[in-house]
């Protein structure tokens, strides 16, 4: 029989008399269900402290991470375009980030607050670093270019030029005298202070993706599409060797903390791990389904960062090659064909830039609507059938159905409507966008009325609820909004996920949850990230949340503002292992300014001991 452990003595070491930090007392709070990316994630990094993890993704999106707990901490919106590139600033306060807008972006990490836009690029940002004072920023681009920027200003110090071909990757040397590029075929090594090209070193055969310095300094590492990673002297700029294994182009190199590793990325789907004095492969790394666009090692060398084009970055043992965990996302695509509302007719919308009209008795075609100069992405029939809406670029377009004439046009959205729905009373349209948002039209005018504001990606799909009182929404941010019609507020989120749980949660933080649900809620105050059982039994009411689906307010509760830090739960004076049948545990709990609740120790996922509230 297993032996029965009795949880004897419990001392509660309390510190009470610790202050509110000013640091979070700025902090608004925030509950959120963790989403992840929506699309490719093309570059991840460490945080200089391997606290966290910064992530730039397709989606337009760079994204911060916990590493301890693998938890989402905030997204950073801004850019207009792919983020290709992202990195830390040496002491960790600042992220920047470059996109294919052609700008690189400067970030509050503690905030997320944007700070400044640099621009100058005439075409695409493919990569971007800070000098290891911090006070510099490299960038290299589409153009050909690399240019160097003042971090406190925002300054453009000077342009370097010099590749014939677009620069896709850039790096300080780790005394900062020294940029090394990456372009076709060649590496760039530059003089910081004066921007003359020092040496090209050469011998890919094909595009180079990545380079990077060894932690001394002496060593360069590049990386190319044609499957090889090479190992450069950077003083004599001679080919010290080559790395061979990959079987699609690599993507990614860089070196571990201490020297001695080099882990590559590649489009063949693995990472692998390479000795660098002897040049043997190590391991190879599996678990991505698409190409990997990115590989970072932690601040410490222990762990393994990896984007991919599967939409999904994953953290990796380097030890032993184990993957830790997966940190996901979502993504769809939505296309439309709609009955009128006798069902006499079928609308289709076509990426042969026409409406048709079909007879649903015969299948014959009745006509065809042109006017759309690309793809049409969706159809809808007004309720009485007299007015079709349809969707292409920015623009909504309403025709008379009797006579096939286009009769307005609707603008407004900045990019690509997806979506277009009529009320039930046929009184207004509503329309997702590319964008991210969901605009609200009154027919007869074609007047603008609102904009709702809250999807982080795309807006697939959108329609009103059967009374006209609701709008649904569907994102590539993997989440549903339900909207107030008449006056354009949020009333819930609706969130599914891949191992079958789901979400519904109110504006207020108020939620309810399928039994493992409860998993992907993260609480944030500052980049404090914290599961959401801290804050339960305060957010956890299903009745709030029906109440809110009925559109009554809840104006009157609890709101983000009342969160408090919980308190710091440490066990401690525990002995490593016993042959007796009763253990003495000591735990300490900290007042972080939310008082202490409940106290319940758990012994293999099973509480074994509950204490009413302390304080």
Request: net charge neutral; charged share 25%.
């Amino acid at each position: 029989m297993s032996k029965r452990f009795l949880l004897f003595l419990v001392c509660l070491i309390a510190s009470f008399a610790i202050t509110k930090s000013p640091l979070f007392a700025e902090e608004k709070p925030e509950i959120f269900v963790q989403l992840g990316h929506s699309s490719s994630v093309y570059s991840v990094t460490f945080s200089p402290d391997g606290r966290f993890i910064a992530s730039g993704s397709e989606d337009n999106t760079i994204k911060l991470w916990d590493v301890k707990t693998g938890r989402e901490i905030r997204t950073l919106t801004g850019h207009s375009e792919w983020v290709t590139s992202v990195t830390f600033s040496p002491d960790g306060r600042l992220l920047a980030s470059g996109s294919e807008d052609k700008t690189i972006k400067l970030w509050d990490v503690k905030t997320g607050r944007e700070i400044r836009t640099l621009e100058g690029h005439s075409e695409r940002v493919f990569s971007v670093t800070f000098s290891p004072d911090g006070r510099l920023l490299a960038s290299g681009s589409r153009d050909a270019t690399i240019k160097l920027w003042d971090v406190k200003t925002g300054r453009e110090i000077r342009t370097l030029e010099g590749h014939s071909f677009p620069v896709s990757s850039v790096t300080f040397s780790p005394d900062g005298r020294l940029i090394a590029s990456g372009s076709w075929r060649t590496i760039k090594l530059w003089d910081v202070n004066t921007g003359r090209e020092i040496r090209t070193l050469e011998g890919h055969s094909m595009f180079v993706t990545s380079v990077a310095f060894s932690p001394d300094g002496r060593l360069l590492a590049s990386g190319s599409r044609d499957a090889t990673i090479k190992l450069w002297d950077v003083n004599t700029g001679r080919e010290i060797r080559t790395l061979e294994g990959h079987s699609e182009w690599v993507t990614s190199v860089t070196f571990s903390p201490d020297g001695r590793l080099i882990a590559s990325g590649s489009w063949d789907y693995t990472i692998k791990l390479w000795d660098v004095k002897t040049g043997e492969e190590i391991r190879t790394l599996e678990g991505h389904s698409k190409g990997v666009n990115y590989v970072s090692f932690s601040p410490d060398g222990r762990l393994i960062a990896s984007g991919s084009w599967d939409n999904t970055i994953k953290l990796w043992d380097a030890k032993t090659g184990r993957e830790i965990r997966t940190l996901e996302g979502h993504s769809w695509e939505v296309y439309s064909v709609t009955f009128s509302p006798d069902g006499r007719l079928i609308a289709s919308g076509s990426g042969d830039r026409t409406i048709k009209l079909w007879d649903v008795k015969t299948g014959e075609e009745i006509r065809t609507l042109k006017g759309h100069s690309g793809h049409v992405y969706s159809v809808s029939f007004s309720s009485d059938g007299r007015l079709l809406a349809s969707a292409w670029g920015s623009t909504i377009k309403l025709w008379d159905v009797n006579t096939g004439e286009e009769i307005r046009t609707l603008k407004g959205h900045s990019r690509l409507v997806l979506s277009v729905s009529f009320s039930p009373d046929g009184r207004l349209i509503a329309s997702g966008s590319e964008d991210n948002t969901i605009k609200l039209w009154d027919v007869e005018t074609g007047r603008e009325i609102r904009t709702l504001k809250g999807h982080s990606s795309y807006v697939n799909s959108v329609t009103f609820s059967s009374d006209g009182r609701l709008i649904a929404s569907g994102s590539e941010d993997g989440t549903i909004q339900l909207w107030d019609t008449q006056n354009g507020h949020e009333v819930a989120m609706f969130v599914g996920f891949t191992d079958g749980e789901w979400v519904v949660m109110t504006p207020e933080g108020y939620y309810a949850a399928s039994s493992g649900g409860e998993k992907h809620i993260n609480v944030r105050i500052g980049n404090n990230v914290y599961s959401i059982e801290n804050y339960r039994e305060a957010f956890y009411r299903p009745d709030l949340v029906k109440l809110a689906l009925a559109g009554s307010s809840l104006k009157d509760y609890k709101t983000l503002a009342d969160i408090k830090q919980p308190p710091i739960v440490k066990i401690i004076d525990t002995p490593a292992s016993t042959d007796k049948d009763e253990l003495k545990l000591t735990v300490k709990l900290t007042d972080q300014g939310g008082g202490i609740g409940d106290v319940r120790l758990h012994l293999n996922e099973t509480a074994v001991l509950f204490l009413k509230r302390l304080r």
